[in-house]
């Protein structure tokens, strides 16, 4: 059990009350969580503090060579009361898989699971209760040591921050656009592309502004070598369901192994739909559409949760997915992950982790 000294604000900010719209990741709790790493000492001197800012050397490494890991989680109010966490171990476990291929130092799963409830204990009072809302929970390591050379950091420090949020996109669960990038890549096989880190963001920055410029919301990745297959969408991964098969990109190291993707695959295994992890082009994609068998398509991510694609545009051509409206699966999906989120419905998973 990590040994964490709890400060507490004597300067509470004034929560949303309920009905007040959060945005995404606008608004931040009273406290934080923060940990220090010291080569030779290891992680230590866990603590809750006020929110507040930092003070880092303008040459901290994190700056200049971009050395820093996130992840994403929420919390939420159990319909029938209590705090709960959805699989905070899946994300603990895919921190140290970033950590290890970016040289920063693991964290044992049960401290970083452990420092996520303590935090989200401490400003549970922050949890929003409408619906589509939770407190969504950022962790994230930044490399510290000052200095220019290129070199893993020798100190870190490990944050949990937490902000009360409504719906990734503002549209909700209604059909979002999609634009599928054929000039920019994300991330090639080798690189970092599955690991959660500022620099794969950054990389969709440019490609972003453009689908926006376009009318679309978000990217959809193809390879970085043949730019044929289908990646990602960045801020979430993707499926299609085709003449009744769920198939979704395999994970080959340059996407994110979401925790929402592996969700919605078990889930859709055990309702007997079939499910294929493997390569897809986006030229099959576009024939399954044209020969009306490219049924639905969604994006899955913590953030955005189950987010239905109503348009794909592919060069010149746009493909509409159920009259740009939310397939059957897409609804039900939706419906039972944020069911067993908020305990509406049974877990027998376990996925349902409860803050005590
Ligand atoms: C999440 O879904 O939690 C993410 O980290 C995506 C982020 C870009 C908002």
Request: aromatic letters at 10%.
């Amino acid at each position: 059990m990590l040994d964490i000294r709890i400060e507490k604000t004597t300067n509470p900010k004034p929560i949303p009350a309920p009905g007040e719209p959060l945005g995404f990741g606008k608004i931040f709790t009273d406290h934080m969580f923060i940990m220090n790493y010291t080569e030779g000492k290891g992680w230590h001197d866990a603590r809750i503090v006020p929110y507040q800012k930092l003070e880092l050397a303008p040459a901290a490494m994190v700056f200049h060579y971009g050395q820093e890991m996130f992840e994403g989680l929420k919390a939420y109010h159990g319909a029938n009361g209590g705090t709960f966490l959805f699989r905070p171990d899946m994300n603990a476990k895919r921190a140290n898989d970033t950590n290890r291929r970016l040289c920063i130092p693991e964290i044992p799963i049960e401290d970083f699971v452990d420092a996520v409830k303590a935090v989200v204990k401490v400003d549970e009072a922050w949890i929003p209760t409408d619906p589509g809302t939770s407190l969504y929970v950022r962790p994230f390591i930044i490399a510290t040591d000052e200095f220019l050379g290129v070199a893993p950091s020798k100190t870190y420090l490990f944050m949990v921050i937490l902000s009360p949020s409504g719906a990734y996109y503002e549209s909700g669960l209604d059909p979002v656009g999609i634009w599928i990038e054929d000039e920019y890549v994300r991330a090639v096989r080798g690189g970092i592309g599955f690991t959660k880190t500022g620099g794969n963001y950054v990389a969709s920055l440019a490609a972003q502004v453009k689908a926006h410029d376009e009318g679309y919301s978000q990217v959809l990745w193809l390879d970085g070598v043949e730019r044929r297959y289908i990646e990602e969408v960045g801020a979430m991964n993707i499926f299609f369901k085709i003449n009744g098969t769920v198939v979704t990109p395999m994970l080959t190291g340059s996407i994110l192994p979401g925790v929402t993707r592996n969700s919605v695959i078990e889930l859709c295994k055990d309702w007997g739909i079939p499910v294929e992890e493997r390569r897809i082009s986006v030229e099959e994609l576009y024939e399954a559409q044209q020969n009306g068998q490219l049924e639905e398509v969604f994006g899955t991510g913590t953030a955005a949760v189950i987010s239905p694609v109503g348009t794909l545009r592919w060069k010149d051509e746009v493909m509409t997915i159920q009259d740009g409206g939310i397939g059957e699966l897409s609804q039900k999906i939706y419906d039972t992950i944020t069911g067993i989120q908020l305990g509406t419905l049974d877990d027998p998973k376990g996925w349902r982790v409860e803050v005590k």
